[in-house]
T-cell receptor
Framework: AQKITQTQPGMFVQEKEAVTLDCTYDTSDQSYGLFWYKQPSSGEMIFLIYQGSYDEQNATEGRYSLNFQKARKSANLVISASQLGDSAMYFCARPPAGNNRKLIWGLGTSLAVNP | NAGVTQTPKFQVLKTGQSMTLQCAQDMNHNSMYWYRQDPGMGLRLIYYSASEGTTDKGEVPNGYNVSRLNKREFSLRLESAAPSQTSVYFC??????????FGSGTRLTVV
């Protein structure tokens, strides 16, 4: 079965440092995409970044970047210069094979940024 | 502001009561979804609607029904609430599976 694995239930990082959140996935597809979402304590789900498997360069959105390694089937989120407001749950997700409308979700990583 | 609007934000039900969660989006998206989020379980898809007039079951559809009223609105109904349906519910919409936008969530408690 298609699966997304986030192996870090909880992470700590010092303010202003960079942090990498891991995400690995199962797939036999040639074409697919990976999403990352942020969920702060207020509960809303915020779209952060997306990368398609055929994109040649890793996606970047402000302080967020994707370290996409297809051979390892990993799509790690890198947050540079962490801020206190980055403390949240982070979810990795991807569409399953043959259906680009239904996301498969990881269980999330809780990130705490320490001052 | 453009986005997905869910109502209500909070609800407490007694076992056996019914209720409908409302969801509306103003982004002209074709696809809409209902998820539930439980601790340690991540997000699980209850139902989705790929386009107006169609609905399909997700991972955990038992105990729920949905209606895609029009392109904008997708409602979720609990006919006879059970404590196991205590959860946070999210509505979402997307176009061609890219860039899902979520509502702010409904925290439902069934006692």
């Amino acid at each position: 079965a298609q699966k997304i694995t986030q192996t870090q239930p909880g992470m700590f990082v010092q303010e202003k440092e960079a942090v990498t959140l891991d995400c690995t996935y199962d797939t036999s597809d040639q074409s697919y995409g990976l999403f990352w979402y942020k969920q702060p304590s207020s509960g809303e789900m915020i779209f952060l970044i997306y990368q398609g498997s055929y994109d040649e360069q890793n996606a970047t959105e402000g302080r967020y970047s994707l370290n996409f390694q297809k051979a390892r089937k990993s799509a790690n989120l890198v947050i540079s210069a962490s801020q206190l407001g980055d403390s949240a749950m982070y979810f990795c997700a991807r569409p399953p094979a043959g259906n680009n409308r239904k996301l498969i979700w990881g269980l999330g990583t809780s990130l705490a940024v320490n001052p | 502001n453009a986005g997905v609007t869910q109502t209500p934000k909070f609800q407490v039900l007694k076992t056996g009561q019914s209720m409908t969660l409302q969801c509306a989006q103003d982004m002209n998206h074709n696809s809409m979804y209902w998820y539930r989020q439980d601790p340690g379980m991540g997000l699980r898809l209850i139902y989705y609607s790929a386009s107006e007039g169609t609905t399909d079951k997700g991972e955990v559809p038992n105990g729920y029904n949905v209606s895609r009223l029009n392109k904008r609105e997708f409602s979720l109904r609990l006919e006879s609430a059970a404590p196991s349906q205590t959860s946070v519910y999210f509505c979402a919409s997307s176009e061609l599976g890219y860039g899902y936008t979520f509502g702010s969530g409904t925290r439902l408690t069934v006692v």
